[in-house]
């Protein structure tokens, strides 16, 4: 199976390669991106054999790799659960991309060598059995994603968010490299096997921690390391952004769960879980709620995947509270929710944000209040996008409420880890992520309302056209698969039981049972198909009934405009305001919640008796990351350059004593080193 990888990997860089000259052809695009497909199938391939089998897999030395030692690549259960993840999130992606449009004009030539890169870079980051081969991995993900932020660079607001992804894609980096880097010293070797033989301990063990998670954290997008996403999505290319929320943040994900619940090994006590519970509550209640007053359907989206961030690293949390607590089977059900929840994400939130590039190439903008009825005039698009919000929102019988369920289960099973403090904790957490999965619900219900349903707001919407063969067909299937993976949750989560030993160790039982989940003692149970069978027989009922009661014909007749009076004959479609908007359905959610935790505001500017000039409300939030984190790094960085500036006028006498000064420090830190 690891050939099969390794020769995948090698297409993914001969393609990057050949991108270069081909980049002029007009046929440069579809042969790339084929290929692309190609590898992105033999991964989900290799994922599924190693699952199947159950056992990790390891190949012999590379012929690359750093000095002190060969590098090696392999599979164990935790790996091919993501990669899994990123075969089908990498096929949707391209043949998306097959159809050689990005924002309705053909995909830049530029664009083109970097996504084979990044899907190497991902893969890479998966397969790596060392620290040196995974970081390697990391930064060849995030440095080709940037150069795919960056793609269309013209656009003011496509180098700003291009500029901030790379500052928080250089930080992730900077603070992953000393975490390996402390594991790596106490064990004296880079390979992952030695790590878990020596686990850090007392501050080294901190350290760790802390360094993971602002690692990871910052390349996941978990608050307050989020503020790159919600711009860095909309300025990149539809399937770029459908694999970075998809696959990325996962990868990123994966290695913060390889790195605090595998490497530092199971003696870690219970209060490793509790940042991890605090920043996933705070990320999934700040995603939701974000995403209910954005009007970009991109922004949308990348606030809506910030939110499920949360849920995975709550689960990741809980699991690391509950094996300090020695409670193996409900670290399994944390585990195992946190895994689920992973997939279903990655595969209806790449569905989604190729219906929102679907939805630009047809209609012709992003903006909400530019769209609506589109449901007529791309009905595959509007099927797709449906199955994909009903699963953002966590109706069942679809995956999203499968593992929302199962993380539900194991927050309330906190009270069985004896610490008082901790209870409050899960309590508060339930609550919050209770709350959380209510917004996103609503977010969207506005955001399908606003897009399909309706009248068209505008004349290019009105004229929108249904997406190509090969957008449909990459919208359909993990739509198709969503509905998959609702229905057979407990089979999808037993292939995850490689990845559960990974992170917990051996479990007596996965929280399954059949096709169904089972959590608890008592074996609550979740049965999707008998949930979808009592669904299906309800609505056929109501139908009949409906007919059975309606008039032969359907009877047709105006609709009725909220009082406004009839449109004039330039307006054909209806006037637009007659219609809610993005801000109007907010404004609920934007007063009650967004004024304390966004600091959301309202302007009304009413003209006085007798002006003409139309009225205007303006609706403004702020990010608190903005003035908490981005503000003080800016004026840091500020200060950092002024006292860089003022070293170019330092004396040769400076310098000299600057670079020996520096010289004693770094041998003293070698001696401290070395005498520990």
Known sequence: MLTLFALCLWVLVLLAAAAVPLGRHARAGLVV??????????????????????????????????????????????????????????????????????????????????????????????????????????????????????????KPENRAAARLYLVFAVLAGACLVPAFGLLAGQAGALDFAAMRDAPPEGWRAAAVLLLGLLGAGAKAGLVPLHAWLPLAHPAAPSHVSALMSGAMTKIALYVLARLLLDLCGPAQPSWWGVPLLVLGAASALFGALRANLEDDAKTLLACSTIENIGFITLGFGLALAFRGADLGPLAALAAGAALLHA???????????????????????????????????????????????????????????????????????????????????????????????????????????LVFLGRPRSPRGAGAREAGRFERAAMLLPAGLTVLLGLFPGSVLGLAAPALQELVGPVMRVPARGASLAAGEGMTGYAPLVIALLLALALGVTWLLVRRRSPAATARGPVWNCGFIDPPPHLPFGDPLTQPGAAGIAQPLRRMLGETLLQARESVDMPAPGETRPGRHAVRFADPSGALLLGPAARLRDRIAGAAERMRHFTIRRCLSLSFATLVGMLALLAWLEAR
């Open 33 to 154: 991106h084929a290929g692309c497909l190609i590898a992105s199938v033999g991964f989900a391939v290799v994922a599924l054999a190693v699952l199947l089998g159950g056992e990790p897999v390891e190949s012999g030395p590379l012929p690359f790799g750093p000095p002190w030692a060969p590098a090696q690549i392999g599979l164990d259960g935790l790996s091919a659960w993501f990669l899994l993840l990123l075969g089908i999130a990498g096929s949707a992606a391209s043949l998306f991309a097959m159809e050689g449009k990005a924002g309705g004009h053909p995909l830049p030539a530029r664009a083109l060598p970097p996504f084979p890169l990044f899907l190497a870079g991902m893969a890479l980051t998966l397969a790596a059995t060392d620290a040196f081969l995974l970081l390697l991995g990391f930064e060849l993900m995030s440095f080709a994603s940037w150069a795919l932020v960056a793609a269309e660079h013209e």
């Open 343 to 449: 997939l279903n994400h990655g595969v209806f939130k790449t569905g989604l944000f190729l219906m929102a590039g679907a939805v630009l190439h047809g209609a012709g903008s992003r903006r909400l209040d530019r769209l609506g009825g589109l449901i007529h005039a791309m009905p595959v698009t509007a099927l797709a996008a449906l199955i994909g919000a009903a699963a953002a929102a966590s109706l069942p019988p679809l995956s999203g409420f499968a593992s929302e369920w199962l993380l539900l289960q194991a927050l309330l099973a906190g009270w069985r880890v004896s610490d008082i403090g901790f209870q409050v904790l899960t309590a508060a957490a339930a609550a919050v992520a209770a709350m959380a999965a209510a917004l996103a619900a609503a977010a969207m219900v506005r955001f399908f309302g």
